[in-house]
């Protein structure tokens, strides 16, 4: 088996701006990562593009659109379509999982965000989306 390529840069969408750096940091420092994070959803779709990130870290709930909505969007851009999305979210109970699962997201990190564990679990995240090829395509056509 083939490793990953290497994890160099993310895209992070959450409207709280302290976490935002906190996250930042967390796994530059970590990591070596390149975070690059917006506050909305209605910036998240040129962000991406701009960007090109590997992966993308999305905040389910934002002010501006819903964090399903911007999933959709992202997806919709054929330079996007492969990029794997980690959801967060408060409410991180099995039937959001598996919703979010179903969408064609790679991964559910529950908040708040442990900053010490995230780099880990972002890690296992990656490796398990190069791994396992199948989890790739969504269960559910995203809607918009």
């Given at each position: 088996?083939?490793?990953?390529?290497?994890?160099?840069r993310?895209?992070?969408?959450?409207d709280e701006p302290m976490l935002q750096m906190?996250?930042?940091?967390?796994?530059?420092?970590?990591?070596?990562?390149?975070?690059?994070?917006c506050l909305t959803g209605g910036q998240a779709v040129a962000s991406a593009l701009e960007k090109a990130p590997q992966l993308i870290l999305l905040d389910v709930m934002l002010p501006d659109i819903d964090g399903t909505e911007v999933?959709?969007?992202?997806?919709?851009?054929?330079?996007?379509?492969?990029?794997?999305?980690?959801f967060l979210s408060g409410r991180c109970d099995q039937a959001n999982q598996e919703r979010f699962t179903r969408l064609g997201g790679c991964g559910v990190i529950g908040k708040p965000i442990n900053?010490?564990?995230?780099?880990?679990?972002?890690?296992?995240?990656?490796n398990n989306w190069h791994e396992n090829p199948a989890?790739?395509?969504?269960c559910e056509a995203p809607s918009g």
């Amino acid at each position: 088996m083939q490793n990953p390529p290497t994890l160099e840069r993310i895209l992070y969408i959450d409207d709280e701006p302290m976490l935002q750096m906190l996250v930042g940091l967390s796994l530059q420092k970590a990591r070596g990562w390149s975070v690059h994070a917006c506050l909305t959803g209605g910036q998240a779709v040129a962000s991406a593009l701009e960007k090109a990130p590997q992966l993308i870290l999305l905040d389910v709930m934002l002010p501006d659109i819903d964090g399903t909505e911007v999933f959709a969007a992202l997806r919709r851009e054929p330079q996007l379509g492969a990029v794997p999305i980690v959801f967060l979210s408060g409410r991180c109970d099995q039937a959001n999982q598996e919703r979010f699962t179903r969408l064609g997201g790679c991964g559910v990190i529950g908040k708040p965000i442990n900053p010490l564990s995230l780099p880990g679990q972002i890690e296992a995240i990656w490796n398990n989306w190069h791994e396992n090829p199948a989890i790739h395509a969504p269960c559910e056509a995203p809607s918009g």
